[in-house]
């Protein structure tokens, strides 16, 4: 059963840092295209990075330049680095494995809330 919890987020003023974590068990995120998605107050999930079992990140326009997906084989576990944090960041962000149409592929979990403050 795959399980994908994620951990670290808070409050932070604009122009903050914050890492995200994503711990996975079932699966491994070395060889499956991993994401981070993130859904503010009345709006729609977005893609926010993506990161390929190749490597290659993709990045949405808004987030480009200030923020870095990564992962660690070891631990088993991706990361979303967030820095020059704005307010518009405020959301709940959450991990996922994307399946060849570019599709979360398995329920959401209870994501992390991060808040920026102006």
């Known amino acids: 059963q795959v399980q994908l919890v994620e951990s670290g987020g808070g409050l932070v003023q604009a122009g903050g840092s914050l890492r995200l974590s994503c711990s996975a068990s079932?699966?491994?995120?070395?060889?499956?295209?991993m994401a981070w998605y993130r859904q503010a107050p009345g709006k729609q999930r977005e893609l926010v990075a993506a990161?390929?079992?190749?490597?290659?990140?993709n990045y949405a326009d808004s987030v480009k330049g200030r923020f870095t997906i990564s992962r660690d084989n070891a631990k088993n576990t991706m990361y979303l680095q967030m820095s020059s944090l704005k307010p518009e960041d405020t959301a709940v962000y959450y991990c996922n494995a994307e399946d060849r149409r570019g599709l979360p592929r398995f329920p959401w979990g209870q994501g992390t809330q991060v808040t920026v403050s102006s």
């Open positions: 079932g699966l491994s995120v070395n060889i499956n295209t």
């Open positions: 990161i390929l079992s190749s490597g290659i990140t």
